[in-house]
């Protein structure tokens, strides 16, 4: 499993195991079999640590992966489907080509992640290619793609920045013209009321302990949340609840606008939407914690 896995990488303390559920691959801890998360290090492990783990219960774990974090100098790029009749695809021969860094087969067999260094932190993602950085955690299998053993990953900014050029991934869209947000009266315990525009909520929130994650939810990435959307809503809704005094017509209108909203929110469960029941989970789950 884990035999061309560069040697540069063991030393980190940012190894999880994961586990396949249906089409969902969860990270696990290692030293208690629960979830891990990328925002929750003290769930990641040392290579001994998840090694060890996976060889005394193999049944309970598909592999082993490795956290990207904000502070390591590590990039992985993720290519889906790149193979057709057991050759690469143009656009993947291109890309390995172009990076040389230490390439490995995804756990399906069917893509590849290329690893290398870079002074570069973002994200990007679009058919058949992925890019992360940061705030991800992705599959180790060492299963080499050539027949490398590397004791380094090669550091490969320039060419990283070419292929970003090439690919059109790093352009930013003109912004568009803010619209003046509406103002809701959030009335507090005391009676007092005040004034506050949904840019300020959502700005705050981004500034909080693990904004990343309520960004990436805003944004519509769910994979924080481990791909569950019902468990991504409620995790952004609990947030709100508190900074909007438990408003649930306020919790409404801030999560319609994030990008994880979908038809499943107006369904009718009972007398109410399923939205209405996860804002009322919410409330009645942060009010007890007040």
Same mark, same amino acid.
């Given at each position: 499993?884990?035999?061309?896995?560069?040697?540069?990488?063991?030393?980190?303390?940012?190894?999880?195991?994961? $586990?396949?559920?249906?089409?969902?691959?969860?990270?696990?801890?290692?030293?208690? /079999?629960?979830?891990?998360?990328?925002?929750?290090?003290?769930?990641?492990?040392?290579?001994?640590?998840?090694? #060890?783990?996976?060889?005394?219960?193999?049944?309970?774990?598909? /592999? *082993?992966?490795?956290?990207?974090? $904000?502070?390591?100098?590590?990039?992985? *790029?993720?290519?889906?489907?790149? !193979?057709?009749?057991?050759?690469?695809?143009?656009?993947?021969?291109?890309?390995?080509?172009?990076?040389?860094?230490?390439?490995?087969?995804?756990?399906?067999?069917? /893509?590849?992640?290329?690893? *290398?260094?870079?002074?570069?932190?973002?994200?990007?993602?679009?058919?058949?290619?992925?890019?992360?950085?940061?705030?991800?955690?992705?599959?180790?299998?060492?299963?080499?793609?050539?027949?490398?053993?590397?004791? $380094?990953?090669?550091?490969?900014?320039?060419?990283?920045?070419?292929?970003?050029?090439?690919?059109?991934?790093?352009?930013?869209?003109?912004?568009?013209?803010?619209?003046?947000?509406?103002?809701?009266?959030?009335?507090?315990?005391?009676?007092?009321?005040?004034?506050?525009?949904?840019?300020?909520?959502?700005?705050?929130? !981004?500034?909080?302990?693990?904004?990343?994650?309520?960004?990436?939810?805003?944004?519509?990435? *769910?994979?924080?949340?481990?791909?569950?959307?019902?468990?991504?809503?409620?995790?952004?809704?609990?947030?709100?609840?508190?900074?909007?005094? !438990?408003?649930?017509?306020?919790?409404?209108?801030?999560?319609?606008?994030?990008?994880?909203?979908?038809?499943?929110?107006?369904?009718?469960?009972?007398?109410? #939407?399923?939205?209405? /029941?996860?804002?009322?989970?919410?409330?009645?789950?942060?009010?007890?914690?007040?």
């Amino acid at each position: 499993m884990e035999n061309m896995i560069p040697r540069e990488l063991k030393p980190l303390k940012q190894w999880v195991l994961w $586990q396949r559920e249906g089409e969902r691959k969860t990270p696990k801890n290692w030293s208690t /079999g629960g979830n891990a998360g990328i925002q929750w290090p003290n769930t990641w492990g040392t290579y001994k640590q998840i090694v #060890t783990a996976y060889r005394l219960h193999p049944m309970n774990y598909s /592999g *082993i992966g490795l956290v990207l974090t $904000q502070n390591d100098p590590y990039v992985c *790029i993720d290519l889906d489907d790149c !193979f057709q009749y057991n050759r690469l695809t143009a656009f993947a021969k291109e890309v390995v080509d172009r990076l040389q860094g230490y390439t490995e087969f995804s756990p399906s067999g069917k /893509g590849l992640h290329i690893w *290398i260094k870079a002074e570069y932190k973002e994200n990007h993602k679009r058919a058949n290619i992925e890019i992360y950085s940061k705030d991800r955690w992705l599959t180790m299998t060492g299963k080499g793609y050539e027949d490398l053993d590397l004791a $380094q990953i090669p550091e490969r900014t320039e060419e990283l920045l070419v292929l970003l050029e090439a690919l059109k991934l790093d352009e930013k869209p003109e912004p568009k013209k803010a619209r003046k947000a509406p103002r809701f009266d959030l009335r507090g315990l005391d009676g007092d009321t005040s004034y506050i525009e949904d840019k300020n909520i959502w700005e705050r929130l !981004f500034r909080a302990k693990n904004g990343n994650v309520y960004e990436a939810l805003y944004n519509g990435d *769910i994979s924080v949340c481990y791909n569950d959307h019902s468990r991504a809503v409620l995790f952004l809704a609990n947030q709100l609840a508190v900074m909007t005094n !438990f408003d649930a017509n306020r919790i409404k209108h801030l999560l319609y606008q994030t990008r994880m909203a979908n038809e499943k929110w107006d369904r009718k469960t009972g007398n109410q #939407t399923w939205l209405d /029941g996860r804002i009322q989970d919410a409330i009645a789950y942060m009010a007890k914690r007040e």
